[in-house]
Nanobody, 125 residues
Framework: EVQLVESGGGLVQPGGSLRLSCATT????????IGWFRQAPGKEREGIGC????????RYAGFVEGRFTISSDNAKNTVYLQLDSLKPEDTAVYFC??????????????????WGQGTQVTVSS
């Protein structure tokens, strides 16, 4: 059974940073990718970026503009999302998700069958 658990969310001031973690279990083989998503109140869930951990290929959504970075520690089966220069509009629940296949790094919510429970990020002074 594939399971994903996010951690690292919290309250941070504008301009601050957070590092979110996504610990995965039950994923076998190398042909998978992990995506990060977020959902703000009243808005649809949107893709932030994704990584194929085995090959460290990454893809980011246009709005990231270099502020967010995805990385992985394959020995720990953990993927990270570094959030820098945070803005109040980054306030949302952040989710990680997993899918088979890394040939196309997808940012589409519907492409991911496995999801974590989410972690809240609040950016406020």
């Amino acid at each position: 059974e594939v399971q994903l658990v996010e951690s690292g969310g919290g309250l941070v001031q504008p301009g601050g940073s957070l590092r979110l973690s996504c610990a995965t279990t039950g994923i076998t083989g190398d042909d998978y990718s992990i995506g990060w998503f977020r959902q703000a109140p009243g808005k649809e869930r949107e893709g932030i970026g994704c990584i194929a951990p085995t090959f460290h290929n990454r893809r980011y959504a246009g709005f990231v503009e270099g502020r967010f970075t995805i990385s992985s520690d394959n020995a720990k089966n953990t993927v990270y999302l570094q959030l820098d220069s945070l803005k109040p509009e980054d306030t949302a629940v952040y989710f990680c998700a997993a899918r088979r296949g890394f040939g196309v790094l997808s940012l589409s919510v519907s492409s991911y069958p496995y999801w974590g429970q989410g972690t809240q990020v609040t950016v406020s002074s």
